[in-house]
T-cell receptor
């Protein structure tokens, strides 16, 4: 069964601290993995996207890693800011024989950064 | 380029009514997907349209339907609304040949 699990469910950190969010998946056939940031009441915004051959990808203070062997990904946030308070969603795409994609969403990690 | 737009942004309906939501994709994008997001379930896939044809469908009852027009704009319709249909409805567009999804701001539907 295609599944994406994220941990922790929620996280509270102090401004300026680093944190790491986890994503484990069982999706086949794997096409790519994306991390989204979603502010409350808004649509998700893409942070990074990684294919099978990519191990690390950065976007400013956000760094995503992918281990395709263990089917794990992490999102590391460096020097957190108040504006990082949001939900972070891991999405894994499976390539279908029809040439389209199936998207499997994790339930997200809710991050709160305190001053 | 303008992003994905959704209208209306907020909607309040009564149980039993029906509702139509609209999504305009990024110019040049021909694929539009719809999602329902609730606090307990996260994002759930409703359906995907490409060139006016539905090519993927999630596990939602027949009360949920959609269509896509020749200009790639898409509408989603929910008939006989239930309290459990209260959610944020998101649409996302994808460029031809690509796999990156670009989400709109969503429509917040409240059913009373």
């Amino acid at each position: 069964k295609n599944q994406v699990e994220q941990s922790p469910q929620s996280l509270i950190i102090l401004e300026g601290k680093n944190c790491t969010l986890q994503c484990n998946y069982t999706v086949s056939p794997f096409s790519n993995l994306r991390w989204y940031k979603q502010d409350t009441g808004r649509g998700p915004v893409s942070l990074t996207i990684m294919t099978f051959s990519e191990n690390t990808k950065s976007n400013g203070r956000y760094t995503a890693t992918l281990d395709a062997d263990t089917k794990q990904s992490s999102l590391h946030i460096t020097a957190s800011q108040l504006s990082d308070s949001a939900s972070y969603i891991c999405v894994v795409s499976a390539a279908l024989t029809s040439g389209t994609y199936k998207y499997i969403f994790g339930t997200g990690t809710r991050l709160k950064v305190l001053a | 380029k303008a992003g994905v737009t959704q209208t209306p942004r907020y909607l309040i309906k009564t149980r039993g009514q029906q509702v139509t939501l609209s999504c305009s994709p990024i110019s040049g994008h021909r694929s539009v997907s719809w999602y329902q997001q609730t606090p307990g379930q996260g994002l759930q896939f409703l359906f995907e349209y490409f060139s006016e044809t539905q090519r993927n469908k999630g596990n939602f009852p027949g009360r949920f339907s959609g269509r896509q027009f020749s200009n790639s704009r898409s509408e989603m319709n929910v008939s006989t609304l239930e309290l459990g249909d209260s959610a944020l409805y998101l649409c996302a567009s994808t460029p031809v040949g690509g796999y990156e999804q670009y989400f709109g701001p969503g429509t917040r539907l409240t059913v009373t």
